[in-house]
């Protein structure tokens, strides 16, 4: 067989994108699983378009046209505006060679602090990382993942290197402001390829730990991690380069959550991290305001403050607010309680444990990443259990209802987590049921998307009969609230600005839009509007003692992640989109070399794109079309332009039946005379003098057979083939 290496890029798909929702439906239904491809993915797209202007080898004729009523061009520029469409989508994580700076974006080496958001600085504030270089030295403020990516096959993204390449041998140290996977989750990727110490808080450097020993792929050889865990509450500084590094403890939805503050040899930079000011946390770790103010009168340079919620008005209410409410509900409910939450919050995990021991409830959890992070909690000191609370999931089906409270993952409906699982039925240990309680402390992130999918999640539940209690509903249903934000609000976002009196500001880890309130809310508090940046990812900040300004930009850009932790390029996304939103439809044909003849009907395979059998007349007339391309086309011009005519003929007669515009492989299958595939001797297994195979002589009728079985083996591995896993 002879594979076509000039049809585009060969897919590998899967079909879950959602993408491109406001797209009209165009031609027949599609089938209801598009396929996957894992062959080929990278190859040359030469010759397209030039199937067009006629000619070639031995061409007196113009390439096919036949009596198709739609024109060429109106295919091809159906085709493009597939091709655009999951351009653009892809092109929202494009990597940082893809991201092409502006000529006169160069950057100097003058002594000035640079200060570069390389993620984070858009969006709702993921795949968090800043960079702070001075000189020779340079160290990484938080190292996250973002979560919120929805591509085919795609598990999330992490910030692209490149520039990190360019400054490897600055990279001092990796500071970590809290544990969340947005703040932490690219760090088995990155800090390998550029090791440097890690410093953070007890429960971060724990987390830290956790996600780089649960990670699926080996580390290189030679690799060894290496973590500084900081007192927060003692106001340690720590030398690294240049630099002097403090953690202050500051209050967030996960325990030791502290802001980072970096004295520079220009000036002091305090980064907030994400927080809250809550005045009574159920751990009784306040914020340290009294260390921010005192920081703020010996002189802050500039203030990196996060930015997430900042259109909300009011302050962020205590965690301590919500205590009474599950105690209620555990109090109160006739059967079986699941909470479903956030993994880290072990505060929140923390105050379930209190509710449950208080009416006499065991605990069972259940989610991986949970299960996880509370056992590192507990060997840290952070969860305190009474002994004998917690029993094993697979317990609960043989206690008694009101003896079990089930702490678990998928608050925000993931598909693969512990409630969704028992949502859909599909849990191995537990099947819901009437009377069971389901409450959802959480709601839903900003910018995630993720209101359908616990709407969906929640339709299910209620369909079992289980009584849902969520956090916007809890008034309806006559509870407490069951949930509040680790985010600061309005208020409190303005009492940062107004404890630590900074110089310069530049808001971090959110929209641009939310970016633009949080420099609206600095001015309101008297920051001069020149001395705010609204800065993009990418963009230097470049600031002496008494000066900011944006000097240029470096390479960024979004570096792709699959469910097993490898890399996926940007290139094979475009194309999984494309599958996702058109199909495939794969072309074989098999012709005498001799003759120019089909030696059998045309091979069709759709994947993604219609179901055949609903659609055989425009299948036939497809075969039809086949056959006249082969007599016209093939003894014409040579193999590749053959293909690339071929390729353009069958998209436009599709598009023209259907107003889609698949992705078309052609392959073809070229037999010799003889009987033979071109390129290939038979032997007898004997050897000639010079090594090669010694031909056999045999009969036509020998041959004959021989051809037809080796056809028919071909042609029933190509029809069996599953796009999807081959």
Avoid at 454 to 473: S, T, Y
Wanted: charged residues 25%; proline residues 6%; contains cysteine.
């Amino acid at each position: 067989m002879d594979p076509n290496n000039n049809t585009g890029n060969a897919p590998s798909a899967q079909p879950n994108n959602n993408n491109n929702r406001n797209r009209p439906p165009r031609g027949p239904k599609p089938e209801g699983a598009s396929g996957q491809n894992n062959g080929g993915q990278n190859r040359s797209r030469g010759g397209r378009g030039r199937g067009g202007n006629g000619g070639g080898q031995g061409g007196g004729k113009p390439p096919l046209s036949g009596s198709l009523s739609t024109s060429r061009g109106q295919a091809v520029r159906a085709q493009k505006r597939s091709q655009m469409d999951a351009q653009r989508i892809s092109n929202k994580y494009q990597t940082a060679d893809q991201v092409k700076p502006q000529r006169a974006n160069q950057i100097d080496d003058t002594p000035r602090l640079k200060i570069i958001g390389l993620g984070g600085m858009d969006g709702g504030g993921s795949k968090n990382m800043i960079l702070v270089e001075y000189i020779n030295d340079a160290v990484i403020l938080d190292c996250g993942n973002d979560l919120g990516v929805d591509l085919p096959g795609i598990n999330y993204g992490i910030v692209d290197t490149a520039y990190l390449e360019q400054i490897k041998h600055k990279i001092r140290a990796y500071i970590i402001t809290h544990g969340h996977l947005d703040h932490i989750g690219g760090l088995p990727h990155i800090v390998p390829l550029f090791p440097a110490p890690i410093y953070g808080s007890n429960f971060t450097i724990g987390r830290v730990e956790e996600i780089f020993n649960n990670f699926g792929l080996p580390m290189p050889d030679g690799f060894e991690l290496k973590t500084v865990m900081m007192n927060e509450n003692t106001h340690e500084r720590l030398k690294i380069g240049e630099f002097f590094v403090e953690l202050v403890r500051i209050t967030h939805s996960i325990p030791g959550s502290t802001c980072i503050v970096l004295d520079t040899p220009v000036g002091r930079i305090i980064n907030t991290g994400d927080f809250r000011f809550d005045q009574n946390p159920l751990d009784h770790e306040r914020s340290d305001l009294e260390r921010l103010k005192a920081l703020g009168d010996e002189g802050v340079l500039a203030l990196l403050s996060e930015s997430t919620t900042v259109e909300r008005s009011g302050r962020t209410p205590s965690e301590s607010t919500i205590e009474q409410s599950f105690i209620d509900i555990i109090n109160q409910a006739p059967g079986r309680i699941f909470v479903g939450l956030f993994s880290t919050n072990m505060n929140r995990v923390q105050m379930i444990i209190n509710a449950a021991v208080h009416n006499g409830r065991k605990v069972a959890m259940d989610g991986r990443s949970m299960v996880s992070t509370l056992e590192m909690a507990i060997r840290h000191g952070f969860v305190r259990v009474p002994k004998g609370t917690f029993v094993p999931i697979a317990s609960v089906a043989t206690m008694n209802d009101t003896d079990v409270v089930v702490v678990c993952t998928g608050s925000q409906g993931e598909p693969s987590s512990a409630l969704q699982r028992m949502a859909n039925g599909e849990h191995r240990h537990v099947k819901l049921k009437e009377q069971d309680t389901v409450v959802l402390s959480s709601t839903p992130i900003p910018e995630s998307g993720n209101d359908s999918l616990i709407g969906d999640m929640v339709d299910g539940l209620v369909r079992k009969h289980v009584h849902v209690f969520e956090h916007r509903n809890h008034e309806l249903d006559g509870v407490g609230p069951l949930h509040v934000s680790g985010h600061a609000s309005r208020d409190e976002y303005a009492e940062m600005i107004q404890l630590t009196q900074p110089k310069f500001f530049v808001p971090i880890y959110g929209a641009y839009r939310v970016k633009q309130r949080h420099i609206d809310l600095a001015v309101e508090q008297g920051i001069p509007r020149a001395n705010t940046v609204n800065a993009e990812n990418g963009q230097v900040l470049a600031f002496t003692a008494d000066k900011m300004e944006t000097i240029g930009e470096v390479p960024h850009g979004t570096i792709l992640v699959d469910q097993t932790g490898a890399l996926v390029s940007n290139v094979v996304v475009k194309d999984r989109v494309l599958l996702s939103e058109e199909g495939l439809v794969a072309i074989i044909l098999t012709i005498d070399k001799k003759s120019g003849n089909l030696m059998t009907s045309p091979d069709i395979i759709s994947r993604g794109f219609i179901y055949m059998r609903d659609n055989e007349e425009i299948m036939n007339g497809l075969r039809v079309e086949l056959k006249r391309a082969v007599q016209q086309r093939f003894k014409r011009v040579d193999l590749d332009r053959f293909k690339v005519e071929l390729k353009d003929h069958v998209t436009h007669y599709l598009f023209e039946q259907t107003q889609r515009s698949p992705i078309v492989i052609p392959v073809i299958n070229v037999i010799s005379g003889g009987g033979r595939q071109e390129g290939k001797p038979q032997s007898n297994g004997q050897v000639q003098p010079n090594g090669q195979p010694a031909e056999v002589s045999k009969s036509p009728e020998e041959l004959a057979a021989d051809q037809q079985k080796r056809f028919q083996e071909m042609r029933a591995r190509l029809l069996t083939q599953d796009a999807r896993t081959d």
